[in-house]
């Protein structure tokens, strides 16, 4: 099957830690993207990566880091330096770049105390 | 830039009974535009896309939207709802002279039986 896959569901740290959620896809996307859900607010770029090795600021990237090392994954980095960091993380691809037809993974529930 | 305004935050209907989610656009050029469902905790699922072909657009489980130009308009609908509709959905639009897409607030479908 292919898709795209995050994990893990639910993520609970402590403030001041920093923490990376995982994503992987096997649809041979080449853009990947991470966005933030917070009740209300539809959802926010956070980076996205339209080819290995390369990425770029979304609307809120502050507090954020991201790499891509390999086609199909793309972690998320939320550091200490993210002010509220406590959202829903969803993941997804395309074939082409950011007005393609976006494919979602099952999404992160951070949450920070 | 473009944008999209999702006219109502929350929609109740009765089971049985249609449903309509008003989408309205802004884009300096010709768009794609896009309907996704979001189950609670869930990932986004595609309903529906037009992409400047037939301006009526057929999607999954009997929804369907139209993307009428001179109103800048793609409403979702459906005859008949279900209990299984009950969920987010979230209108999008994508350009892809600026290589962008921008997704509305979300408009909550509740399904009374």
């Known amino acids: 099957d292919g898709g795209i896959t995050q994990s893990p569901k639910y993520l609970f740290r402590k403030e001041g830690q920093n923490v990376t959620l995982s994503c992987e896809q096997n649809l041979n996307h080449d853009a990947m993207y991470w966005y933030r859900q917070d009740p209300g607010q539809g959802l926010r770029l956070i980076y996205y990566?339209?080819?290995?090795?390369?990425?770029q600021k979304g609307d809120i990237a502050e507090g954020y880091s991201v790499s891509r090392e390999k086609k199909e994954s793309f972690p998320l980095t939320v550091t200490s330096a993210q002010k509220n960091p406590t959202a829903f993380y969803l993941c997804?691809?395309?074939?082409?770049?950011?007005?393609?037809?976006?494919?979602f993974g099952p999404g992160t529930r951070l949450t920070v105390t | 830039a473009q944008s999209v305004t999702q006219l109502d935050s929350h929609v109740s209907v009765s089971e049985g009974t249609p449903v309509l989610l008003r989408c309205n656009y802004s884009?300096?050029?010709?768009?794609?535009l896009f309907w996704y469902v979001q189950h609670p905790n869930k990932g986004l699922q595609l309903l529906l896309k037009?992409?400047?072909?037939?301006?009526l657009v057929k999607g999954i489980n009997g929804f369907e939207a139209e993307f009428k130009k001179s109103e800048t308009s793609f409403h979702l609908t459906k005859p008949s709802a279900h209990m299984s509709d009950a969920a987010e959905y979230f209108c999008?639009?994508?350009?892809?002279?600026?290589?962008?897409?921008?997704f509305g607030a979300g408009t909550r479908l509740t399904v009374k039986p």
């Open positions: 884009s300096s050029y010709s768009p794609s």
């Open positions: 037009y992409t400047s072909a037939a301006t």
């Open positions: 990566s339209q080819i290995v090795n390369d990425f």
């Open positions: 997804a691809s395309s074939t082409g770049g950011r007005a393609y037809e976006q494919y």
């Open positions: 999008v639009v994508s350009d892809f002279n600026n290589n962008d897409m921008r």
